[in-house]
Structure formats: C-alpha cells, structure tokens
C-alpha cells in the first residue's frame, strides 16, 4: 500500500488538531476538568494516541499556552517606546484574557520553564533589550492575568460584587496603572 492508498490523517490526529480540540475544550469546562482522557473521548482515539503526540499532559498544555500567547497580535514599532511597551503588554494580557484559563495555563507553563520564550521575547525587544525588565513585566502581566480571569469567573456566578463589564473595565485602568509605575521605576 502506498501513500495514495493510505487513508486520510483527520485533523484529530495532529498535533494541531488536538490542540484546537484542548482549547475548545477549555473553553467549555475549565482547566480542572481538561483531562487527557477527556480529551481522547473528544477526539473519538484512546488516551494512549494523545501520548504519540504529547509525553504528557504538561507538554500538551505547553503546546495550548503557545497558542494562547501566539495570539496576540503582533504591535507595531513607534517613536514613544513606553506606548510601544505598553501596547505589547496589552496584547499579551488581553491574549491570556482570550480563553478561560488562558493565564493560569500560561503561568503554570512558565514555571516549569516549558514551552516557548515568545511573551518574554517580544517584552525584551519592547523594553530595548532589557531582560531583566521584561521577566518582571511578564511576571506582573501573567499574575494580574490570572486575578481578572478569576474575578470574571466570581462575577458569573455572583460571588463578586462587580459585574464582568465592570470587571474587565478596572482591571484594565489598573493594569494601565501597573505598566506605567513598572515603567517609572525602571
């Protein structure tokens, strides 16, 4: 049998695939219920297929905090290099913001050094090269992150007394504010 006569590799069988599927469910039901077995049953294979593709679960949500941070859209070069470093911090931010889960995911990657450079890279080159600055920025951009998502998912089921709106709408003043005194100090 040759190529030709193989049968077609479905996108649940790729890499990517079984990452779109981890995000999609991720958006359906959280973080602690995105298991490996879950996600077999998803794709319609067994666990162990996912294992060809990934060794484990942390090295698959590697690969989803990849694809969550590559969203964020590239900031074009200005004159003003705190606009500049500020627009990269939003976009990584609002990134993270994107999935449920999205900062916590990102963060438990970070720090377990998996997965790519690409926030931190893209922050270093924002900030003129200073990694030093660009590891506390991200640090301060992943853990404000992780504080909105987890006041929107109170303000969904009423255990915050802002709405998700209002949420989403002072965070972002403080997270403003954040940038420009991390930027002052600097």
């Not at 931010?93 to 990657?109: F, N, Q």
């Amino acid at each position: 049998m040759d190529a030709r006569d193989a049968p077609p590799v479905t996108e649940r069988h790729t890499r990517d695939g079984i990452v779109d599927t981890a995000l999609r469910l991720l958006e359906e039901t959280g973080l602690p219920d995105l298991s490996m077995r879950r996600l077999a049953a998803a794709l319609g294979v067994q666990p162990s297929a996912l294992y060809w593709h990934f060794e484990n679960k942390q090295s698959l949500l590697a690969a989803v905090a990849d694809r969550i941070v590559a969203a964020a859209p590239a900031v074009p070069a200005t004159s003003d290099g705190h606009a500049r470093v500020t627009a990269v911090a939003f976009a990584v931010r609002d990134a993270l913001l994107a999935h449920r889960d999205g900062a916590e995911i990102v963060m438990s990657t970070q720090a377990l050094g998996l997965g790519s450079d690409a926030s931190h890279t893209r922050l270093r080159e924002a900030l003129g090269g200073d990694a030093g600055a660009a590891t506390v920025l991200l640090q301060f951009i992943l853990g404000h992150a992780s504080l909105v998502q987890q006041r929107i998912q109170a303000a969904r089921f009423g255990a915050y007394p802002q709405t998700e709106a209002e949420v989403v709408a002072q965070t972002s003043a403080d997270f403003a504010a954040g940038i420009r005194m991390i930027l002052a100090g600097r």
